[in-house]
C-alpha cells in the first residue's frame, strides 16, 4: 500500500491500541497586542484578500505580531517627542495632575491617530 498524503509530506503515525493517529503539534502561539488585535480587524473587514492569503498561508500571526511590535514602539516613541515638543514635564505633573493629564491624554490620541494610518491601516 502506498504512502498517504499526509506521509509524502513528511507526516508521522503513533500506534495507539489498534488505530494509527498522526503526530500533529499545534504550533506556538504568538501573543499580538492591541495593535496587532486592530490590524487584524482592519484585514478582516477591509482588506479580506490579503487576509485570507495571509491566513492560508501561515504568515499572519508572524505579520501581526511584528505590526504590534512596531506600532508600540512608533507610538511610545511618538508620545515622547511630543511630550518634549509641548513642555510636559514631571514638575508639571507635580504641580498642575489636571493639566498634565488633559495635554497627556490629547498627545496619547494623536500619536495613536498617526499610528493607526502610517501601520494599522495602511
Known amino acids: 500500500?502506498?504512502?498517504s498524503t499526509f506521509e509524502q509530506m513528511g507526516g508521522t503515525y503513533r500506534q495507539e491500541g489498534d488505530y494509527l493517529?498522526?503526530?500533529l503539534a499545534v504550533p506556538?502561539?504568538?501573543?499580538v497586542g492591541i495593535w496587532g488585535q486592530w490590524r487584524r480587524r482592519?484585514?478582516?473587514?477591509?482588506?479580506?484578500a490579503l487576509y485570507t492569503a495571509l491566513l492560508?498561508?501561515?504568515?499572519?500571526?508572524?505579520?501581526?505580531?511584528?505590526?504590534?511590535?512596531?506600532a508600540k514602539d512608533m507610538f511610545?516613541?511618538?508620545?515622547?517627542q511630543m511630550a518634549k515638543q509641548e513642555g510636559i514635564t514631571e514638575q508639571l505633573k507635580a504641580d498642575n495632575q489636571m493639566e498634565w493629564v488633559r495635554k497627556m491624554n490629547s498627545i496619547q490620541f494623536c500619536a495613536r491617530e498617526i499610528v493607526n494610518e502610517e501601520l494599522i491601516f495602511a
Open 1 to 3: 500500500m502506498g504512502k
Open 21 to 23: 493517529l498522526p503526530n
Open 28 to 31: 506556538e502561539s504568538i501573543s
Open 42 to 48: 482592519y484585514l478582516r473587514e477591509h482588506r479580506q
Open 56 to 70: 492560508l498561508s501561515g504568515k499572519l500571526n508572524d505579520h501581526l505580531s511584528g505590526i504590534d511590535i512596531q
Open 76 to 80: 511610545f516613541q511618538l508620545v515622547g
